[in-house]
């Protein structure tokens, strides 16, 4: 277990022919005098579609949250996983309206080679990414320093943003740490004429690679670091033999249109994401498991209630998944 900015950190690897067939990474968070909860974004993660490897990843991940003295643990399964979701549902877990991550995403199918790929990406985009790489932005994979560097990036976005509980060095730290080999954590870094200007975390697993953290620090705008930096982790991805590329949330809302066939006005971070080809997906509904049944009994009662109205509880959950 890894420990990080008052949060702790633990994870479950289960085993399928000899090598890691599945598992989730589980973040503890306390809820006052209640006790503590586990928070587990785009997990459980599955290797393969098998039902006995599902089985024992959930039964798995139960037993670990009763070790670790947890009186809940909630999940947000990727949607491509429908496995899973079926075991979880038969093993005690539950829908609830507490979602720890936005309810729709972005995602970029990896199924062409890098330029077919390229291609399908808005023309805006390809062409900020030809600027850049002109103006000499180049990518890199951080060694040990990748925390630290990427933390000072996503705390210069706090500031430029004006978000209060920018991801700390220890909690990077602490991800790379746990999920260096399996699933696979890496921090990619820019540098432009020497300066390392924008960063992310991304995470692969599954057949996914999910953008996890990323942090610009304002500078060398014209060199479009951003845009050349996902560019570069699509490829990565791409020549690791990964399917997808997840960019980890997009506005429900538009995302819901696109997919409806309807007008959709997209702008912001969203439509940045769209301009690399990727498809907007809505997310499953997150499920819940509780150690104790008057706390079930409890959740089955207040969560009609709260559909549609738990922005505040929705907020804290999101953060504490962070």
């Keep these: 277990m890894s420990e990080s900015r008052g ?37 459980p993660l599955l290797r393969s579609e098998s039902p006995d490897l599902a089985r024992r990843v959930v039964e798995s991940a139960k037993s670990a949250c009763r070790q670790h003295g947890l009186i809940a ?10 496995t899973v ?27 062409a080679p890098a330029d077919t790929l390229r291609a399908r990406m808005k023309s805006k985009t390809r062409y ?20 630290e560097v990427l933390a000072r990036l996503i ?3 706090a500031d430029r943003q004006g978000f209060t509980r920018p991801t700390g060095e ?38 996914t690679v999910v953008y996890k953290r990323g942090g610009w620090d304002g500078r060398h705008g014209d060199a479009r670091p951003n845009e050349v930096m996902h560019d570069h982790i699509i490829r990565w991805a791409s020549d690791h033999d990964y399917a997808r590329y997840d960019f980890d949330g997009m506005d429900v809302g538009a995302a819901a249109a696109i997919l409806s066939g309807g ?25 819940v498991w509780f150690r104790r049944r008057a706390l079930r ?23 504490v998944s962070a």
Excluded at 73 to 82: D, F, G, H, N, R
Excluded at 85 to 111: I, N
Excluded at 195 to 202: I, P, T, Y
């Design 85 to 111: 979701r079926r075991l979880a549902e038969a093993h005690g877990f539950e829908r609830t309206p507490l979602r720890p991550q936005l309810g729709a995403t972005a995602v970029v199918d990896l199924d």
């Design 155 to 157: 705390a210069a976005t």
């Design 297 to 319: 009994t409890g959740h089955r009662i207040v969560a009609p209630l709260l559909n549609g109205r738990s922005e505040a509880l929705e907020t804290w959950v999101r953060r």
């Design 263 to 287: 007008d959709a006005e997209v702008s912001g971070v969203s439509r940045f994401k769209l301009g690399f080809g990727a498809n907007p997906l809505l997310r499953p509904d997150p499920m």
């Design 73 to 82: 643990l909630i999940v947000q399964p990727v949607a491509t996983q429908s």
């Design 128 to 147: 900020n990414i030809r600027v850049g790489l002109r103006k000499g932005a180049r990518v890199t994979e951080a060694g040990d320093e990748g925390p």
């Design 7 to 43: 949060h702790s950190f633990f994870r479950v690897l289960v085993e399928e022919d000899g090598a890691i067939g599945g598992g989730v990474l589980v973040r503890i968070a306390r809820v006052g005098r209640l006790g503590s909860v586990g928070v587990a974004v785009n997990g």
């Design 170 to 207: 220890e909690e990077l730290r602490a991800i790379v740490d746990n999920l260096r080999t399996s699933p696979a954590a890496r921090i990619f870094l820019v540098d432009i004429d020497g300066d390392v200007v924008s960063g992310a975390l991304a995470i692969g697993c599954a057949g």
